[in-house]
């Protein structure tokens, strides 16, 4: 496709203009753009709105409305395997074709509910903070902005990559911080009123899943992540998952 042009909640963005390349519809990081594309003749032009996820790359255009201009050059069509015994047993070792498109499917169902629940947590800390004004201490913004700027440095410390001065980092966090900062004092509050926490068998089912990742022990893994902190985050962010699932009813009040 070629990029015609990109806005950003009504602003052109320039770094979201890439030069004409080829894109394979599922496999963009956006699903609303792949969604746009599905249908498409070549040569036709159109335009294609979505919201930015919370984890896009460019922090600064997260959570906001984006349309893309684009032009399709050409279309192709991906020539898939076939499926025998040799390509089941590569892929992961399946013993018939349907078999194969079950994990798929149950993969995909999985993926679109997990999608889903994100997008509804995001839906319901939004409607919580516009009910519920109330700012941000400057300093703690300050702070927010400190630690990502020292993160920036530690990541380019080797020079290849300029580091950003503070205003930069400003301009692109401040706004993403400032939302963080207010989801995290909802959702401390919510899980306090209705004393959510998380239990030890689910911090141990967590550092399990690390374990096996890792092909370590689980009481050596326990120890290192008890020793690093790591523990006490884990703890939080079930607390935090526990708290939004309550709050969009995925799972009942405790």
Known sequence: IDSLGVTVDGKPKNELTPPAQPIEIGKG??????KGLVGLSKGQETEISLTFPED?????????????????????????????????????NFVDEKSLRDQIKKDLEANAKQQAIKNAHKKAI???????????????????????????????KDGVNPTPDREQISKIYKDIGIFTMKQYRIID??????KIKATQAEVDNRI???????????????????????TTRIREEIKEEKTLNSLIGEIPWE
């Open 189 to 194: 509050y919510i899980a306090k009123r209705e």
């Open 29 to 34: 990081s956006i699903e609303e753009f792949d």
């Open 208 to 230: 399990q899943l690390i374990a096996e990742q890792y092909k370590k022990p689980f009481e050596e893994v326990k120890k290192i992540l008890r020793q690093n902190g790591t």
């Open 56 to 92: 896009f790359h460019l922090k600064d255009c997260a959570f906001k409305e984006g349309i893309f201009r684009i032009k399709v050059k050409h279309i192709r069509e991906k020539v898939l395997p076939e499926i025998n015994n040799e390509f089941l047993k590569k892929v992961g």
């Open 126 to 156: 939004d409607i919580l903070i516009e009910k519920n004004k109330f700012d941000v201490p400057p300093s703690k913004i300050e702070n927010y902005i400190d630690r990502i700027m020292e993160e920036q440095v530690k990541m380019n």
